[in-house]
């Protein structure tokens, strides 16, 4: 589905953020990108979603090549994934029914179908009694749910969660993880980058990252089979 | 095609709640266009007023060809068969000298033998009225006529018109190099009152670019948001204007008595209060279009 092969990044300064990254990332798969910060992990998810490119080196999704994606074709590869962020990237002037429709809205849907997927979708994350309510008054696991619920309401084939429960206490960030299993089991591919690697009986890939280079990648979903 | 008007209608509704929620800073904006659209609105009016004037005196201005005194009858019945055939006379008025000179007594209540004027010093002369006012053809018809035997004299008294026309024309290139001046100045303006609106939104325009909007889509509510910037800026131009040539016509009839005539200036036509509103529009779509493309631009995103 996506392939690293022999991806550099280099920002300005020299700093070698990426170097050497040959990785294969399988439909379905759920993958936790770790290591300690500055390791690469969110430069990694940036070059999958397009918003970095890679210095050297060829990202291949969908039979395209992503580091020679035209700009204006980019929007377009970024609503195929659903991405979530640490700090959530709510708008806290919209509630959370406008919150999670802004994908649908995007993505030209029409107004009858956007009103069922985002109810689907706030249903899906336990949050469907809260459509009229601002974002502000959430709690911080209610806020990332919200935020995959705006991530999942558009039906993208790949999630993208960047340190999805670093702000989170333990039973939130579980509760968080087990949303995200529960996608990969109706296959979804979910990648997720994090410090530590949560205890987890799923089938999931490790990739380790240290100072830009994967150490290690364990695939234990075939181990567990 | 349903779901591209939906997306429009949401961008309207977005830039219509922003402009809400900002009212005063909204109004305040209108105030600006509407004020600097009015200076060379309400100019170019009042030169259009007075180059209407102007263009009624033209038409009625005469040309006066005065005959020597010794001219015979049948050759003022030439010159005047000549003066009819002639294609830019509308109308020809012979006077006499001896009428010419009993008005001329009766109005002065003149008396020959209180002046010791022995005869009538005035010659016979025709009055022309023109139906045209090209410079080219008049001075044609002026060399033409000095060529008939018996004509003294040709004066076309209109010189004044002209200059006021040049003047008028002069205040009206001015008035549109002022007009193109200040709009740049409105898009500058509203294109940084923009600018300053998509740093405001930087969140919702990083979220949106991070979920797969396109630049176009993030511009669309800003874009709306300048139009309607133009609309109400538009809107207090056609209204000052208004109320500007009520209250000028106003006085213009309560000075009538005093100044012994009064000068009305005519409203505007609903065509000209709908070019002002569409220019101030268009003024407000082009530079919040250029503002919001080059802010969003600059956005570029994931922390």
Redesign the interface.
């Known amino acids: 589905m996506i392939t690293f092969d022999k991806v550099f990044k280099r920002y300005p300064g020299n700093m070698d953020a990426l170097q050497n990254i040959n990785l294969e990332i399988l439909p379905a798969e759920l993958v936790f990108v770790t290591g300690p910060s500055g390791a690469g992990k969110s430069t990694l998810l940036k070059l999958i979603s397009s918003v970095e490119r890679p210095t050297s080196g060829t990202i291949v999704f969908e039979n395209r090549n992503l580091s020679q994606l035209k700009s204006k074709d980019i929007p377009y590869l970024r609503r195929k994934f659903g991405m979530i962020f640490q700090d959530h990237k709510l708008l806290y002037d919209r509630n959370c029914f406008e919150n999670v429709s802004l994908p649908l809205d995007i993505n030209d849907i029409e107004g009858l179908d956007i009103n069922r997927r985002v109810r689907a979708a706030l249903d899906k994350v336990g949050l469907l009694n809260k459509e009229k309510v601002m974002p502000i008054s959430l709690s911080g696991g209610e806020q990332q749910r919200l935020a995959i619920a705006r991530a999942i309401v558009s039906r993208p084939s790949i999630l993208i969660a960047d340190e999805p429960t670093g702000n989170l206490d333990r039973e939130y960030a579980d509760e968080i993880m087990n949303i995200f299993y529960s996608f990969q089991q109706v296959g979804v591919t979910v990648i997720i980058s994090t410090h530590e690697l949560p205890i987890t009986p799923i089938k999931h890939k490790k990739v380790h990252l240290i100072g830009g280079e994967l150490k290690d990648q364990i695939n234990y979903a075939k181990l567990l089979s | 095609m349903?779901?591209?008007f939906?997306?429009h209608f949401?961008a309207f509704n977005r830039a219509m709640v922003r402009i809400f929620s900002n009212l005063a800073s909204s109004f305040m904006m209108f105030i600006v266009i509407g004020v600097t659209l009015f200076l060379p609105s309400s100019g170019l009016l009042i030169v259009e007023n007075i180059a209407q004037i102007s263009n009624n005196i033209a038409y009625d201005a005469e040309l006066s060809l005065f005959l020597k005194k010794n001219i015979k009858q049948d050759q003022i019945d030439f010159i005047q068969s000549a003066l009819s055939k002639t294609s830019v006379i509308k109308r020809v008025h012979f006077e006499s000298k001896l009428t010419a000179w009993d008005k001329l007594q009766s109005k002065l209540n003149l008396n020959p033998l209180d002046t010791g004027i022995s005869e009538n010093p005035l010659p016979d002369a025709f009055f022309i009225s023109l139906n045209t006012f090209d410079e080219k053809a008049i001075n044609v018809l002026i060399d033409n006529l000095k060529t008939i035997d018996g004509v003294e004299n040709i004066f076309f008294d209109a010189g004044w018109v002209k200059k006021l026309r040049s003047i008028l024309y002069l205040i009206k290139i001015g008035l549109a190099f002022l007009g193109v001046i200040l709009i740049i100045v409105l898009i500058v303006v509203i294109g940084n009152t923009i600018r300053l609106q998509t740093l405001t939104h930087k969140?919702?325009i990083?979220?949106?670019?991070?979920?797969?909007?396109?630049?176009s889509?993030i511009q669309r509510p800003f874009i709306y948001t300048g139009l309607m910037y133009g609309l109400g800026g538009g809107f207090i131009t056609v209204f000052t204007l208004k109320l500007s040539i009520e209250i000028f016509n106003k006085a213009s009839i309560n000075l009538e008595a005093m100044l012994g005539g009064t000068f009305i200036l005519k409203n505007l036509i609903w065509q000209q209060n709908l070019t002002i509103i569409t220019i101030a529009m268009l003024i407000g779509c082009f530079a919040s279009f250029f503002a919001a493309r080059q802010s969003i631009k600059k956005f570029?995103?994931?922390?």
């Open positions: 349903l779901n591209y939906h997306n949401q969140d919702e990083e979220v949106s670019k991070l979920i797969g909007a396109t630049n889509f570029e995103i994931f922390k």
